[in-house]
């Protein structure tokens, strides 16, 4: 079975600053997406990013990033600029690639994201 | 803006009743889920479904049954409410297109007392 890992549950950055925020992953299969889930106080869960696993090309969405590592499977989100907006809690997801029978997307327990003024 | 809502948005309810909750969307998606979320757990799928009368169980379906009898509605049931069910409930449809991406309803926020 698949699993997510996000070790840092909290992390803060001074506005205007740039933050990393990480998450591993553990998956025997070869083909397959992740995600980043961003989800304000609103509780609102909102796509902020995605990489397909066969792209070794890293997914940039304007601030965001993420640097994918498939060998080491690690797939961490680099905000830039941080903005009090980006404050939330970040959620890194996995999907297997086949379109049916594996539906699910398996998060991790979420990143807590503070931006200092 | 995925046209999901979820209708109850709060219920509060006593152990041992029944709830049924409501997720309905407007882009004729075939693909449908029903996830919880949990302090420590992050989001965990409870159902899903791939079409109108076609579910399936997720990681954590004991409790809960689902209905999609038409196309726009997706509904959650909890046939006896237990304290250990109260969580905040996701319902999510998949891309059309991408057939990837999963986009999320608001939410609802259930307390079983």
């Known amino acids: 079975a698949q699993t997510v890992t996000q070790s840092q549950p909290e992390m803060s950055v001074q506005e205007a600053e740039t933050v990393t925020l990480s998450c591993t992953y553990d998956?025997?299969?070869?083909?397959?997406?992740l995600f980043w889930y961003k989800q304000p106080p609103s509780r609102q869960m909102i796509l902020v990013i995605r990489q397909e696993a066969y792209k070794q090309q890293n997914a940039t969405e304007n601030r965001f990033s993420v640097n994918f590592q498939k060998a080491a499977k690690s797939f961490s989100l680099k905000i830039s600029d941080s903005q009090l907006g980006d404050a939330a809690m970040y959620f890194c997801a996995y999907r297997s690639s086949s379109n049916f029978g594996n539906e699910k997307l398996t998060f991790g327990t979420g990143t807590r994201l503070t931006i200092i003024p | 803006d995925a046209g999901i809502t979820q209708s109850p948005r709060h219920k509060v309810t006593e152990t041992g009743t029944p709830v049924t909750l409501r997720c309905h969307q407007t882009e004729n998606h075939r693909y449908m889920y029903w996830y919880r979320q949990d302090p420590g757990h992050g989001l965990r799928l409870i159902h899903y479904s791939y079409g109108v009368k076609d579910t399936d169980k997720g990681e954590v379906s004991d409790g809960y049954s689902v209905s999609r009898s038409k196309t726009e509605d997706f509904l959650l049931t909890l046939e006896s409410a237990t304290s250990s069910q109260t969580s905040v409930y996701f319902c999510a449809i998949k891309d059309r297109d991408t057939y990837n991406e999963q986009f999320f309803g608001p939410g609802t926020r259930l307390t079983v007392l």
């Open positions: 998956t025997s299969e070869s083909d397959y997406y």
